[in-house]
């Protein structure tokens, strides 16, 4: 069974940055690369950024390059590196796979405020 560990949130600055981190146990399929995602309360959770089945990473249009993924295999981590943050990333972040397979962990909040 597959669990996910989010952690390295907090309150940010706007225009400032954050590295998350995610933490995974168990055995994950190759076939559907990781993502993170984040939900504002009240609303849907959305993916953020990816790694596509090539191996690349992108995140969605209307971040334009401001937060990357990139992952450590030896530890089984993945990370969300934020920059130039703004007030409307404020949200709870989480990993899971794309589609989402596996259970959500617990999340970890970024508040983005002055």
């Known amino acids: 069974q597959v669990q996910f560990v989010e952690s390295g949130g907090g309150l940010a600055q706007p225009g400032g940055s954050l590295r998350l981190a995610c933490a995974a146990s168990?055995?994950?399929?190759?076939?559907?690369?990781m993502a993170w995602y984040r939900q504002v309360w009240g609303k849907s959770r959305e993916w953020v950024a990816r790694?596509?089945?090539?191996?690349?990473?992108t995140d969605t249009d209307s971040l334009k390059g401001r937060f990357t993924i990139s992952r450590d295999n030896a530890k089984n981590t993945i990370y969300l590196q934020m920059n130039s943050v703004k007030p409307e990333d404020t949200a709870v972040y989480y990993c899971?796979?794309?589609?989402?397979?596996?259970?959500w962990g617990q999340g970890t909040q970024v508040t983005v405020s002055s």
């Open positions: 899971n796979s794309l589609p989402a397979l596996y259970d």
């Open positions: 168990g055995s994950i399929s190759p076939f559907y690369p």
């Open positions: 790694f596509t089945s090539a191996g690349n990473t």
